[in-house]
């Protein structure tokens, strides 16, 4: 299975150190070595960098943990392939526009006999079954909606099409607008709010520890999600499987269980 | 202005010796420092990279000349902005998807009172006049055709609509989804074809010269599209104000004079 890795702030974070284990998963700690992919959102703007090269050795992953991007969302993903070749068209995370956003998706699973019929607005561009299910998405709300409807009842229809896809297979995943990012746990799906005291904090990937409080202010809110604890010596939450959270500006906001 | 540099193969070729002496003209040799970009295809899929840091001293520029990406159809763009300010939403080339294709735009020149209306499959996220005007030619299409037509059609739709764009200012642009690759001319672009028998070619920019011949094989074929020749030992060919062309597999295919 894929493993992400996702983070919202309420002030631009670089994510150098949750990325330095992270990456590692792909090819080195652990066997996802079909290819990787990180956004980041800066104000409207996005960053996207996939490479279908495992990430512990991309030079586009050399590059990410060199530049201290600074971002209020980011979604990562490393990929080990269950459905679709591995090619650049296949890796996550994918990108769309819809309402003059741009909306970046990454998933972690595995959909039996999914079969989107062709969108009007979206098409899949490669052949996973996870680029399907984010076209289906981003179709069938931009179907229901010419603008985008207040963040509660966006919430609730992403959380009534997750729920249909879901029945499908393993659907784990993550969404964000530069606005919010929307996690949904069908698996595993892990994740921690940090925020002051900020606490010193250590790899479980590799021997790495750093001191958040001498890197930021005391108004930081920082909420780290993925599939597995990054860290060994803090508490991290548990997702529930049919669980979907929407964090906004570092912390959950919104919750749904199906 | 902006400077344009655009690649079209009949194989995957790299770009490091364009690109050497184009990145320069990013802050160093020309002023044109309000950030760039650049778009390999490889296959179906994208690697877009946009920065808002001057390409001159960009690390994501640095990456880009270390790492030999291989493309037939590649775009980059060195903005000095007109309109718009400086941010990473408002950074070319663009992209969106069509029909179940990425496609990639970068403009250089300034659209005087050009406003359109609010698509209803595409609209821009930053605020430039070229992200504008290129979401306005992929809603003209997809309104007009669900499935894409042939290249001629879509060519010579393309080349009114592109007409219709002209008569507000200056719009040299290029345009991929790619397999094939389209330029047009407002004010200012040259192309060269290299093909056997290849050529030691000298950058303008640097004083870097090239043997092709020791790098290509027989058969390949490349068109190198650029606002300002790259070489000063070769003959480029200056196209016309009012000039489109396709380019697909190194050569013109088609040809539009308006």
Redesign the interface.
């Known amino acids: 299975m894929c493993q992400l890795l996702g983070m919202n702030c309420n002030t631009p974070t670089d994510i150098l150190f949750s990325f330095e284990g992270f990456h590692r998963r792909g090819g080195l700690t652990d066997h996802h070595a079909d290819g990787w992919g990180i956004a980041f959102f800066?104000?409207?703007?996005?960053?996207?960098?996939?490479?279908?090269k495992p990430s512990a050795d991309s030079?586009?992953s050399a590059?990410v943990r060199?530049?201290p991007i600074k971002s209020q969302n980011v979604i990562a993903h490393i990929r080990k392939a269950t459905q679709g070749v591995i090619?650049?068209?296949?890796?996550h995370p994918f990108?769309?526009?819809i309402?003059?956003?741009?909306w970046i998706f990454a998933h972690n699973g595995d959909l039996k006999d999914f079969h989107a019929r062709p969108g009007?607005?979206?098409?899949?561009?490669?052949s996973t079954d996870s680029e399907a299910a984010f076209c289906y998405i981003m179709e069938a709300l931009r179907a229901k909606w010419?603008t985008p409807p207040d963040t509660a009842t966006l919430f609730a229809e992403i959380a009534r099409l997750t729920a249909e896809l879901h029945g499908h297979g393993v659907f784990n995943f993550m969404l964000s607008n530069g606005d919010w990012l929307i996690t949904h746990c069908s698996t595993k799906l892990h994740y921690i709010v940090r925020q002051a005291p900020f606490p010193a904090a250590h790899l479980v990937d590799e021997d790495v520890t750093v001191d958040f409080a001498t890197v930021t202010t005391p108004n930081d809110r920082v909420a780290v999600i993925a599939t597995v604890p990054l860290t060994d010596n803090e508490q991290w939450t548990a997702m529930q499987a049919g669980e979907m959270i929407l964090f906004r500006d570092g912390a959950p906001l919104l919750q749904h269980q199906s």
Request: glycine share 12%; charged share 20%.
């Open positions: 800066e104000g409207k703007g996005v960053r996207l960098f996939i490479d279908d030079p586009v590059l060199q530049y090619n650049l068209a296949n890796c990108q769309r526009e309402w003059g956003q741009y009007c607005y979206y098409n899949a561009v490669g010419c």
